[in-house]
C-alpha cells in the first residue's frame, strides 16, 4: 500500500477509536450520574479507549476496511456498556438519557470539528480536509447508531416509542447483526444512510466554511 495512503488511513483510523472511546464515555458517564453505577464498577467511566476496545469492531473489521477497501469509508463499533436501568429512579427515561448520550457525544465532537477545521484550514487546507473527515466519522456514529436494529442505541428508543415487550427485544437483539448485514447490502438501504450522513454532515461543514471563509468542498 502507498505510505501516503497507509499514513492518513491510520490517522482516520485514530479518530475513529478516539471517538468510539468518547461515545461509550458519554454512556458510561451518564449512567454513572443517573444513579447506575455499573460501568464505573466496571471501569468504563474512561476515555481511556483500552476498556472500550471490541477486537472485532474496533480493531479487525475498521483495519479491513481501511486496508481492504478502495475508498476511505471506515465503521466500527466499540464493547457496549453495560447498564442496570433498576439503578434509575425512572427506568424508562434513565435507559433513554443514557442511549441519547452515545449519539449527542458523536455530534459534539462533530461540532467541535468544525470549529477546529475553521481554525487548522486557514494553515493547511490538508488539515481541513481531516478535520472534515473527522466530522464525516462522527457524524456517521451518530445517525448508525441511531438506527431502530438491535444493538444498535435507536433500538432502545424505537423499543420504548412503540411498547415493545422485553421478551421481544430480547429475541430480536439476536438476529440484529444478520438483519444489519442484510441491509447494508441492499441498495436503497445505502441511499437512505449515505443521505442521512450527507445532510447530517452538512450544517458542520457549513460552520467551518461560514467561520474560515473556505469554500465547503475544501472541508471534504
Given amino acids: 500500500m502507498d505510505p501516503v495512503r497507509l499514513k492518513f488511513g491510520l490517522i482516520l483510523y485514530l479518530m475513529l477509536l478516539a471517538s468510539l472511546s468518547v461515545h461509550e ?9 443517573l444513579g447506575d453505577h455499573t ?25 479491513f476496511m481501511l486496508l481492504g477497501s478502495p475508498g476511505f469509508f471506515i465503521l466500527g463499533w466499540a464493547k457496549p ?12 427515561w434513565g435507559h433513554i438519557w443514557v ?8 455530534i459534539i465532537l462533530a ?12 494553515f493547511d487546507l490538508n488539515l481541513g480536509q481531516l478535520m472534515g473527515m473527522f466530522i464525516r466519522i462522527n457524524v456517521i456514529l451518530a445517525v448508525f447508531n ?11 428508543i424505537f423499543r420504548y416509542v412503540v411498547g415493545m415487550k422485553e421478551e421481544t427485544f430480547f429475541k430480536l437483539s439476536q438476529w440484529g447483526f444478520l438483519i444489519l448485514i442484510i441491509l447494508i447490502n441492499i441498495k436503497p438501504f445505502q441511499w437512505a444512510l449515505s443521505t442521512a450522513i450527507m445532510y447530517g454532515t452538512l450544517p458542520f461543514v457549513w460552520l467551518s466554511s461560514t467561520l474560515s471563509g473556505v469554500p465547503p468542498g475544501y472541508f471534504f
Fill in 81 to 92: 456498556v453495560e447498564i442496570n436501568i433498576r439503578n434509575f429512579k425512572n427506568s424508562k
Fill in 146 to 156: 441511531l438506527l431502530p436494529i438491535p444493538p444498535l442505541d435507536g433500538s432502545h
Fill in 25 to 33: 464515555w458519554a454512556h458510561a458517564i451518564t449512567a454513572d450520574l
Fill in 39 to 63: 460501568p464505573r464498577s466496571q471501569g468504563r467511566v474512561t476515555l481511556n479507549p483500552m476498556p472500550h476496545i471490541d477486537l472485532l469492531g474496533t480493531v479487525i473489521f475498521p483495519l
Fill in 111 to 122: 461540532l467541535l470539528g468544525s470549529l477546529l477545521a475553521s481554525l487548522l484550514v486557514q
Fill in 99 to 106: 442511549t441519547l448520550a452515545g449519539p449527542a457525544s458523536n
